[in-house]
């Protein structure tokens, strides 16, 4: 049984720090890319990274670059996100999921087809 399950979601001021975690199981861990997204309140669905979890490279979107960091311990099958500086725009349902077709992480790789998902967690960040 295939299992994407994220975690570590909660409240954080301006400035403060939340580590997500992704555990998945039941698929070939180092075949797939880990690719997290976000989704606020009446806004459309947002990549925020992508691991390639057998190489380690990482592609992030432009409004986390230098704040979020995504890194990937695959004797645990984890992928996790660490976010430093958080901003109350960050504030969104944090979702992560597994892609095969998109491992090698391209540029636009929130366009690659995903094959599983977890069912999100909360981040809220307050001004």
């Known amino acids: 049984e295939v299992q994407v399950v994220e975690s570590g979601g909660g ?8 580590r997500l975690s992704c555990a ?29 979890t057998s190489a380690g490279s990482t592609v992030y979107v432009d ?26 725009e960050d504030t969104a349902v944090y979702y992560c999921a597994a892609s095969a077709g998109g491992r090698w992480c391209r540029p636009r790789f929130q366009d690659s ?3 599983y998902w977890g069912q999100g967690t909360q981040v809220t960040v307050s001004s």
């Open 24 to 52: 998945a199981s039941g698929f070939p861990f180092d075949d797939y890319a880990i690719v997290w997204f976000r989704q606020a309140p009446g806004k459309e669905r947002e990549g925020v990274s992508c691991i390639n």
């Open 11 to 18: 409240l954080a001021q301006t400035g403060g720090s939340l």
């Open 113 to 115: 087809p995903m094959d």
């Open 63 to 88: 409004s986390v670059k230098g704040r979020f960091t995504s890194s990937s311990d695959n004797a645990k099958n984890t992928v996790y996100l660490q976010m430093n500086s958080l901003k109350p």
